[in-house]
């Protein structure tokens, strides 16, 4: 079984990549920070705030998170809803970095991850995947970016969904992220000794792909 993980931080192209990778490899490709805004997904709709730690335990044990490839696209489903677009609104990436925060949500999403890397070749994303979910994996990259890139990226995105929001916001946010995930207790974003780091600052998500695959021997 070949795994592939990659961490890094919001907005550094690792979606992006990731598909592009999978394809390419023919592997399944799974976004793990896809689980943690279903997650937070489930909290919001119940009317819990996805920072307060003893409510959303409360509700771990009946939440329903599944993922679903359908014509090799994934689809995400939130206690049978499937909510694929929903978790992609901006206000959702505040959400699932509050919740990740919490152990016992990374504790049951990180067994579903596990166990889908167990069953079939996979490249996997997230914040603590080469260090905590998969410390095993056969490949492992930190991909990152300038932030200011990151939030450049990030405004086109939702400008070609319709979405106007300001840069020097989008700019906080990132930070604010990127202090939230690499200061949280339980499972920080780390590049850890064995990942090789990539700067996707200034290429394309091409160079950035045949750079990776560069390093890939064998699937």
Partial sequence: MINIAIDGPSGAGKSTIEKMLARKLDIIYLDTGAMYRAMAYIAIKKGIDPDDE???KSILPDADIRIVYIDGEQRVYADGEDVSVKIREHHMSKAASDISKIPAVRIKLVEMQR??????NVV?????????????????????ADPRERATRRQIELKQKGIEIDY??????????????????????????????????GRSPEEVLDLILSYIKEV
């Fill in 115 to 120: 166990t889908i890397a167990k069953r079939q």
């Fill in 54 to 56: 003893e409510s959303v």
């Fill in 124 to 144: 996997m994303d997230g914040r603590d995947t080469t260090s905590y979910v998969l410390p095993d994996a056969n490949y492992k990259f930190y991909l990152t």
């Fill in 168 to 201: 020097e916001k989008l700019l906080n946010d990132i930070n604010s992220r990127d202090y939230n995930d690499m200061n949280r207790e339980f499972a920080p974003l780390i590049k850890t000794a064995d990942s090789i780091e990539i700067d996707s600052t």
